[in-house]
């Protein structure tokens, strides 16, 4: 059974870089799936942030691409989100989560979510 | 960016009631859809995918139909532990996108 726990800071200062940690349990990065972040600001919708399979191949959103950079670690079967220059509008639950591996499947596998909160 | 409306995007309804909702694609997504189901505080849990197909262990009165630009998710009898914020997306392209949501709460 596949399961994901986000880590990382619950504070960010402004100006500054949120980063964040999925790690993958249960089943090898390596094997055919693309793994997501989504985030969630308090009390609002679902946003994409972008996607990175095993080889490092990552698809951004645009509104987010200038600033966020998505890496994979197979070595410890986990994947990582950057996103620099934050601001207040970045305070959100960030999920991690996995897509089905049919092409255009939904994302099957969800971590429970880490709210990261920009403030000084 | 292709732009997801559900509708409604609240719903007051009772427990045996039959739900439907509906969520429009500002241009054709194939059959590219999933639906989610988000409780407060948790994860989005994934409830249908490819417009359609049900992932193992969802219960059977879940149903999605629809492709192009229409799709419809449908409780064909509300249980108490259906009463959450459901959000489609499409997997068609780039960006993925969300719906904004439909909450369903208890009559």
């Known amino acids: 059974q596949v399961q994901l726990q986000e880590s990382g800071p619950g504070l960010v200062k402004p100006s500054g870089t949120l980063s964040l940690t999925c790690a993958v349990s249960?089943?090898?990065?390596?094997?055919?799936?693309?793994w997501s972040w989504v985030r969630q600001p308090p009390g609002k919708g679902l946003e994409w942030i972008g996607e990175?399979?095993?080889?490092?191949?990552?698809n951004y959103n645009p509104s987010l691409k200038s600033r966020v950079t998505i890496s994979v670690d197979t070595s410890k079967n986990q994947f990582s989100l950057k996103v620099t220059s934050v601001t207040a509008a970045d305070t959100a639950v960030y999920y991690c989560?996995?897509?089905?591996?049919?092409?255009?499947?939904?994302?099957?596998?969800w971590g429970q979510g880490t709210l990261v909160t920009v403030s000084s | 960016d292709i732009q997801l409306t559900q509708s409604p995007s609240f719903l007051s309804a009772s427990v045996g009631d039959r739900v439907t909702v509906t969520c429009r694609a500002s241009q054709g997504i194939s059959s590219f859809l999933a639906w989610y189901q988000q409780e407060p505080g948790k994860a989005p849990k994934l409830l249908i995918s490819?417009?359609?197909t049900l992932p193992t262990g969802v219960p059977s009165r879940f149903s999605g139909s629809g492709s192009g630009t229409e799709f419809t998710l449908t409780i064909s009898s509300l249980q108490p532990e259906d009463f959450a914020t459901f959000y489609c997306?499409?997997?068609?392209?780039?960006?993925?996108?969300f719906g904004g949501g439909t909450k369903v709460e208890i009559k």
């Open positions: 990175v399979y095993y080889t490092g191949s990552t």
């Open positions: 490819a417009a359609s």
């Open positions: 249960g089943v090898s990065i390596s094997n055919s799936y693309w």
């Open positions: 989560a996995r897509q089905g591996y049919s092409y255009g499947s939904g994302f099957d596998s």
């Open positions: 997306q499409q997997l068609n392209s780039y960006p993925f996108t």
